[in-house]
């Protein structure tokens, strides 16, 4: 009973026309930087953050996570046509849904991926409703330590599941904690890595790291790069609607897909990209004919679809219940939600449920209007790419300004965040993972807390960090984790992935 008014009270929220509104504007924004290359949902949120001051925080929240799922949609549509994934997670529907487009079929290719994310999209938000409360209430047995433990996995499981070499994950999770140390001790008042600079003493603002290590860093790199959106040669778009066949050949593979998409999505340092290629892989070895894949295989288009888009929505599990990221655009959604004076954890459901159910309802309605916006406007979000990119980015980089500036209404903040660009630009141009940092900017803090309040219970015993089941759970993990990356196997898979 407590569930159906649970989801009566968001559907409530979301069904409210200003929040349609903003889900609205969130699901267009995400299909359009799905649709341009290069920008990202991570990107654009970052660059979006200020904006949110002045909204009401289930606005916020609904329109930060409709950019987030309406990339992945928006993200195969030039994958399909064009061969040109805006998403990193559309890279795998490339493969045979490009090949459908040549073959004439690129109506079928996109009404595919539309019906495998929204159905992924449905399964993935009953998932999160049925499991936010039973893991918010093991949440509440959470004490300093096993929070500690669990930001100990988080951190691991960010260098773990990069696609980059292991020292250079670690290294960037440890330039984040750095970053983060940045300004006043709030135990004892001292001032950290300030170097006697004032405008320092509250830190590194996260919105302005975050807009100019993954904005204004992104920006560079593509402006130093070829326009990607001249002489895109497009397919025809004839038949949209696929036949009953059609249908029946995908829904196992979206079913899986939508599987292993949720589970992936819920583990930190996963998301979409890491569910894509996971669906992939399994779907070409149950196949009966693998040989088709990668030349026009609908089971290709479907699967990764279902599973990218599945994988975006449960990655909100962990943030909404234990106050935790998954990934890097959760690590913003923290920042969104601190903006507003909301703690991330297990208690917002009991403390702010209308934002708490609200978010998930909207991802319902998010991705109905998704499959709304992604078929009839196909050919917009096509013409789009033959915008130059040097006209685009001018008016992106004012507006990031004028956000950085309007934080504190100081022009130091947009110093600060030209200093952080560069930084930024460096990590990217040395092909460096980006994702690792934030996570260690945002879980740094956290960890050196729950560390303290635990040493400070226990008078300086070590052992209260290893006490309770929770924590000998969490770090298992670790350990088993650990151990497989160090693996020969695994790590020249990595090795061969980031080259």
Known sequence: MDLLQNIALGLGVALTLNNLLYAFVGCLLGTLIGVLPGLGPLATISMLLPLTYA????????????????????????????????????????????????????????????????????????????????????????????????????????????????????????????????????????????????????????????????????????????????????????????????????????????????????????????GSFASYAAEKKIAKDPSQFGKGALAGVAGPEAANNAASQTSFIPLLTLGMPSNAVMALMVGAMMIHDITPGPRVMETNPSLFWGLIASMWVGNLMLVILNLPLVGLWVKLLTVPYKLLYPAIMLLCCIGAYSLKNDVFEVYLAAIMCVVGYGIVALNLPAAPLLMGFILGPMLEENLRRALLISRGDFSVLFSSWISLGFYAVALVALVAMLAPSVQKKRVLLEE
């Open 55 to 274: 909204l009401p925080p289930e606005a916020a929240l609904i329109m930060l996570a409709g950019i987030y799922y309406g990339a992945q949609y928006g993200g195969s549509t030039t994958a399909i046509i064009v061969n040109l994934p805006g998403e990193s997670s559309a890279v795998v529907t490339a493969l045979d849904g490009y090949q459908l487009a040549r073959q004439g079929k690129a109506g079928l290719a996109l009404a595919s991926a539309a019906i495998s994310s929204f159905f992924a999209g449905t399964i993935a938000t009953v998932f999160i409703t049925v499991m936010a409360k039973p893991l918010a209430q093991v949440a509440f047995q959470f004490g300093p330590a096993e929070y500690f433990a669990m930001m100990v996995v988080g951190l691991l499981l960010a260098t773990v599941l990069s696609n980059a070499r292991m020292i250079e994950s670690v290294a960037m999770v440890v330039l984040g904690i750095l970053l983060s140390c940045v300004g006043t001790d709030i135990t004892s008042g001292d001032e950290r890595f300030t170097f006697g600079v004032t405008k320092l003493f509250d830190g590194f603002d996260f919105v302005v790291m975050a807009m100019a290590v993954f904005g204004f860093a992104e920006i560079i790199k593509n402006l130093s790069e070829q326009d990607q959106g001249a002489n895109l040669g497009t397919a025809k778009i004839t038949r949209l609607m696929p036949r009953w066949a059609d249908i029946k050949s995908i829904i196992w593979p979206a079913t899986r897909g939508t599987a292993i998409g949720s589970v992936l999505g819920v583990l930190p340092g996963g998301g979409a990209a890491l």
